[in-house]
């Protein structure tokens, strides 16, 4: 069999799977064959199977390793094919209905999943930040923005759009880290009108030397969607140590 049509019937073949016979499958114990691999032909054939196994291995549907073996067999030798024409086209858009169904399963599970997350990150937000800003030592802004001066500054104080260097550290409101400029090599240089709003009017309300700690509602934050590494509608927490302004 060439291998041009071999690697088709394997991309063909890793979609396909059986269901509900009472025959063996990848899930049961199978003994290592001893089938020997020394020739070129051996160890090139060996090869193509092993790939071909461990491709089919990490599907999400158990694979009959009965019929898989006799749809080889049967290629390879040029027997009459067991389904026919009207079977194979019956059997394949059987199959995409199934996983198509499956795939919109899975993202509406994702949905309901990301919405109460979302909805569970607001309520906690909401909380945290109105027993927070009772404290006499945090102030709260018109935008929702509350900061706590941790360190007074001495330095200039920049506006919304210059360029500083900071130390920061960005937490979560259980205390998880998700950011810190130490794992970065350390301070980090940004203009602050690349940043997220909060970031531009907290740290635009700092002096040089100063270090504050930033409390910043989801809206001010990443929003309703979130980022790679923050879930959606997340109240994010930053402790900020201004060092620099460029001129």
């Known amino acids: 069999m060439k291998l041009k049509t071999l690697a088709a019937a394997v991309a063909i073949s890793v979609t396909l799977v059986g ?14 064959s001893s089938a020997p691999v020394e020739t070129l032909e051996q160890r090139v054939s060996y090869l193509m199977g092993l790939q071909f196994g461990q491709q089919l291995s990490g599907g999400e549907f158990e694979i009959s390793q009965n019929a898989l073996e006799a749809g080889i067999n049967d290629g390879l030798n040029g027997f009459e094919q067991r ?25 509406q599970e994702a949905e309901a999943t990301l919405a109460s997350q979302s909805a569970e990150n607001e309520a906690a937000g909401l909380a945290f930040l109105e027993e927070n800003g009772a404290r006499p030592e945090v102030i709260t802004t018109e935008s929702g923005l509350q900061y706590e001066v941790l360190v007074e500054g001495t330095g200039a104080q920049p506006s919304a ?10 937490t979560f409101l259980d205390g998880s880290v998700f950011d810190d400029s130490s794992l970065h090599g350390g ?39 979130g980022s790679m590494s923050i879930p959606p509608k997340s109240t994010l927490i930053f402790e900020v140590e201004l060092l620099e302004i460029a001129e």
């Open 19 to 32: 269901c509900g016979e009472e025959e063996t499958t990848t899930t049961d114990v199978a003994m290592q």
């Open 83 to 107: 389904l026919s024409e009207e079977q194979i086209t019956a059997t394949l858009a059987e199959f995409q209905t199934m996983m198509e169904a499956q795939q919109i399963a899975a993202q």
């Open 161 to 170: 759009d210059d360029t500083v260097t900071v130390n920061y550290k960005g």
């Open 187 to 225: 301070p980090a240089t940004f203009g602050l009108d690349q940043v997220i709003s909060g970031w531009t009017e907290g740290v635009a309300l700092m002096k040089v030397g100063a270090k504050h700690k930033l409390y910043i509602p989801y809206n001010l934050a990443y929003g309703e969607n």
